[in-house]
């Protein structure tokens, strides 16, 4: 099933006057279960697909579909509701709510969730964080945790609502080698229990623990392939698209 | 629920910033607090002002001389001695709705007692002056009719005249000169303090009417009369009896002006609590300023709060918060800040006016429906102050609140 599906992509931004076309006629899919690096340099537009996908902006022209539902034409709140129960995202700074413990920091998206769950907040999100590893480190706040260990908390805030997709801008950008290591080893084995991922990087590095990197530039996606394979520039994966996790496993060991 | 859970984040973010919260309410705690202060120690005077008439008696009505009219030139008030002791009688005799009548003969003088004076007037009145006025006998006895008829000269002081003449003695019995007519001292007036207007009611010597007007006046002038309605309720009807009396006793024709005024204690009461109710109210709407410039500071607040927590806002967006989610919890902080500052304010104001009035002497009354719309009040100065920065909040856009450094 095809988790993200975008058709003909546009967003046009005006600055002082001039068009910008941060995303000039993107169409791409991502099926549930891949994990896709988006790679690219400043500029490319691979921030702004980033947004589009987490429902954070919306399209000038297009249309984005999200597990088979329309969003390109919901207003402000709706998409609120989409991001609170469908995506979770991850931030290169973390961002995680300043003196407030890692387990409030979790429960932010619970509080805002309109669906009743019956089980409560806490217990949900005491076990997002024992999935992440920080079983032990609940009652820390921010400042007391290594930047690893916020990414972890930020990652558990993005699980606790059960997404269809992780989003993670940059997640890596503020962390020494190891940790990097540590944390897309996280997302790996979130993916290996189903969760669809995307990655926006621009380290190399990063993108080959992905099991397919697009590649975008001014605006156009230019490279699309799944392990080294090359897929046609600019177009949806064809049928060649089942996730391939031999090569990811390989970059864990 | 949810709202609960409003309240719970705002109270975390005022603790957070105690000192700064604390500056914020500052403004609404004084402007509740100078309101609530104001609105008591006004009601309390205003209720000072009326016990205080109405220990002059309710029921009492009083008769002038009015401006007289010679030549078409009018004179001022009492400047003609147009009462006279036979209308006195006169309304002793027809008036129904009256309960009791007395004139009061005034005359000023110096009053000796032994090596000691004292500067006072003596009023000569009739027996009934007693329940008129409310008066109580502290010791002795009050004079009789027949001490009316017979001009007796004997006289019931006060209690200020009492302790300047006689200090510690006990006067019943002693002998006092006015004008070089000795008087018997037969009693003592209870203390009474001081009138509605200020003056001492207790510096003042009784004696009989007739034993005032013709022993030491000029047997003629008689300053007012003072007589008491059958109850409250029959004042207005009592007004109208006098006035018709009056009137025929004076010969006046029905275009002539009456020669005479009337004044009863709940004419006097409705001015009087209507001079403090203006002032309180007056009062009370400056105080009312310094909420409105309280509520600007929690604006002013508010808006520096959400230009400090755009990213936090960005976080709360980005994992599904809605913009109205957002309008709410700062909404609701406002709201709290200022509530927790209206009770501060509602404690400091209480505070203050029951301290003044212990100092200033004067009674303190508070009421419910003020601390209720104290209240309500600054939860109102929440909403509207609170409304502007937490629209801002809401309306900011997730991807650059989140960018926000």
Redesign the interface.
Same mark, same amino acid.
């Given at each position: 099933m095809e988790t993200i599906l975008l058709k003909d992509a546009k967003k046009i931004f005006s600055l002082g006057g001039e068009k910008v076309h941060a995303l000039d006629g993107v169409s791409l899919s991502i099926l549930s279960g891949e994990f896709v690096a988006i790679m690219g340099t400043s500029g490319s537009g691979k921030s702004t697909l980033m947004?589009i996908f987490?429902c =954070? !902006?919306t399209l000038t022209e297009g249309e984005y579909h999200l597990e088979g539902v329309n969003v390109s034409g919901m207003d402000? #709140?709706r998409l #609120? !509701?989409v +991001? *609170?129960?469908r995506i979770g995202?991850v931030?290169q700074g973390f961002? =995680?709510?300043? +003196?407030t413990t890692a387990l409030e920091n979790v429960q =932010?998206?619970l509080?805002?969730?309109r669906k009743r769950k019956g089980d409560n907040p806490k217990k949900r999100a005491a076990e997002a964080l024992e999935r992440v590893g920080l079983g032990n480190r609940m009652d820390h706040e921010p400042n007391q945790l290594s930047g690893g260990q916020q990414q972890r908390v930020a990652i558990a +805030?993005a699980l606790v *609502?059960d997404p269809a997709i992780i989003l993670a801008d940059e997640p890596t950008g503020n962390l020494d080698s190891k940790t990097t290591l540590d944390v897309l080893n996280l997302f790996r084995e979130l993916n290996l229990q189903g969760i669809t991922i995307v990655i926006v990087t621009h380290e190399p590095e990063v993108g080959q623990h992905a099991q397919r990197v697009i590649t975008m530039r001014d605006g156009r996606i230019i490279e699309d392939h799944l392990n080294g394979k090359a897929l046609h520039p600019g177009g949806r994966v064809g049928g060649a698209s089942l996730p391939n996790i031999s090569g990811p496993r390989e970059a864990i060991s | 629920m949810k709202w609960f859970k409003f309240v719970k984040v705002a109270l975390q973010s005022i603790l957070k910033n105690r000192m700064r919260s604390l500056l914020t309410m500052l403004g609404v705690i004084i402007g509740v607090g100078s309101v609530i202060s104001l609105m008591a120690l006004g009601q309390g005077s205003q209720a000072d002002i009326t016990t205080q008439v109405s220990s002059m008696g309710t029921n009492l009505i009083m008769v002038h001389s009015s401006s007289g009219r010679t030549g078409g030139v009018s004179h001022g008030s009492g400047s003609l001695a147009t009462i006279t002791m036979d209308d006195v009688d006169e309304l002793r005799e027809k008036a129904a709705t009256l309960a009791a009548v007395s004139p009061s003969v005034r005359v000023s003088g110096q009053v000796i007692a032994g090596n000691a004076n004292w500067n006072t007037s003596v009023e000569g009145v009739s027996p009934q002056y007693l329940s008129i006025r409310n008066y109580e006998m502290a010791s002795g006895t009050f004079f009789t009719e027949r001490d009316v008829k017979i001009r007796a000269k004997v006289a019931v002081l006060g209690q200020t005249v009492v302790d300047n003449l006689f200090g510690d003695k006990n006067p019943i019995g002693a002998r006092i000169r006015f004008r070089n007519v000795p008087f018997k001292v037969i009693g003592v007036l209870a203390e009474k303090g001081q009138s509605s207007m200020g003056n001492d009611q207790d510096d003042v010597i009784l004696t009989p009417s007739t034993t005032a007007l013709y022993r030491l006046s000029d047997g003629k002038t008689v300053r007012v009369i003072l007589a008491s309605a059958v109850s409250e309720d029959t004042v207005d009807a009592a007004k109208e009896e006098i006035t018709a009396i009056l009137r025929k006793t004076h010969k006046l024709h029905a275009n002539e002006e009456d020669d005479f005024s009337l004044r009863s204690q709940t004419e006097i009461i409705d001015m009087a609590s209507k001079v403090t109710g203006t002032l309180t109210v007056l009062l009370s709407a400056i105080a009312g300023v310094s909420l409105l410039v309280g509520g600007i500071g929690i604006m002013n607040i508010m808006l520096v709060s959400v230009t400090e927590r755009t990213r936090e806002i960005g976080i709360r967006m980005a994992v599904g918060a809605r913009g109205s989610d957002i309008l709410a919890q700062f909404l609701v902080e406002a709201i709290i800040l200022s509530l927790i500052g209206g009770l501060f304010g509602i404690i400091l104001g209480l505070g203050l006016a029951f301290g003044l009035g212990e100092v200033l002497g004067c009674s303190v009354k508070t009421d419910l429906s003020v601390i209720v719309m104290a209240v309500a009040f600054t939860a109102v100065v929440g909403v509207f102050f609170g409304f502007y920065p937490a629209r801002k909040a809401a309306s900011l856009h997730p991807i650059e609140a989140l960018r926000y450094e």
């Open positions: 947004n987490g =954070l !902006d402000k #709140a #609120a !509701d +991001r *609170n129960q995202f931030f961002n =995680l709510l300043p +003196r =932010l998206p509080f805002y969730s +805030r *609502n | -």
